[in-house]
């Protein structure tokens, strides 16, 4: 089961701030995804990913909306 | 002790609506990146932490500002600044911009930061200097000096001055 977080619309760093904030509800190796329409957000879920040590399981695209799929690590 | 034992740390000296985001995305940013965060605030820094935000935008001395207009740019001449009543229209189309582009305010990246635990400290000296009252300030706030800071920077993997 996986949670989705909406954050169409927002800008830096909304995005990745309301993903931090809401990781906090996912239980260990469970799912977040996070729909956005902020383009730089792609580089950004990586980089956040990366040193949080959360995994980007996947990333998509479509009509101008982002989804990002996180698996909480710890 | 930031979970991955990363830390920031940046100097805050410029208080205009513009020059205060860089300094709050970028802490705001780092602590949900798991970094310990301290920001020091100094000279017109300050007015970042008054409990009361006003943030004003000029376009004196500020020849690179463009505003997006009628599907252009509109270059702000920098020597409209100095009629009356231009910087808070310069302000208001600022705050126009940043709510219809979905950009966060000031002040709530500011209580974004101060729910992540970033460390603010107002410099002492400059209390001194402009006559603040803690007071005046936001709860929470540590008051120091220099020796604090490098103290501080010292033990950080990033030092910015902003």
Request: glycine residues 8%; proline residues 3%.
């Amino acid at each position: 089961m996986s949670t989705v977080l909406d954050v169409k619309g927002l800008n830096c760093p909304l995005p990745i701030l309301r993903t931090k904030k809401a990781m906090k509800d996912v239980a260990v190796d469970g799912v977040l995804e996070v729909l956005a329409t902020d383009p730089g957000s792609v580089k950004d879920m990586e980089a956040f990913c990366k040193q949080t040590g959360n995994e980007l399981l996947e990333t998509a695209e479509a009509a101008g909306v982002y989804s990002f799929k996180i698996k909480r690590k710890a | 002790m930031a979970a991955n034992g990363k830390s920031m740390s940046i100097i805050v000296t410029k208080g205009s609506l513009d020059w205060a985001y860089p300094p709050f995305i970028l802490a705001t940013t780092a602590a949900a990146m798991d970094l310990d965060v301290t920001l020091f605030f100094t000279f017109y820094g300050l007015t970042l932490l008054k409990k009361k935000l006003d943030l004003k935008v000029t376009t004196l001395g500020n020849a690179g500002m463009e505003m997006p207009m009628m599907g252009g740019h509109m270059v702000m001449p920098n020597l409209i600044g100095a009629l009356p009543g231009m910087d808070a229209m310069a302000t208001v189309m600022m705050k126009d911009l940043i709510k219809k582009k979905g950009v966060a305010s000031i002040e709530d990246l500011r209580e974004a930061a101060v729910d992540c635990g970033v460390r603010m400290i107002a410099c002492q000296m400059t209390m001194d200097l402009f006559e603040y009252d803690k007071s005046d300030l936001i709860d929470g706030v540590e008051y120091a000096g220099a020796a604090t800071y490098i103290e501080t920077a010292t033990q950080c993997d990033i030092n910015l001055f902003i």
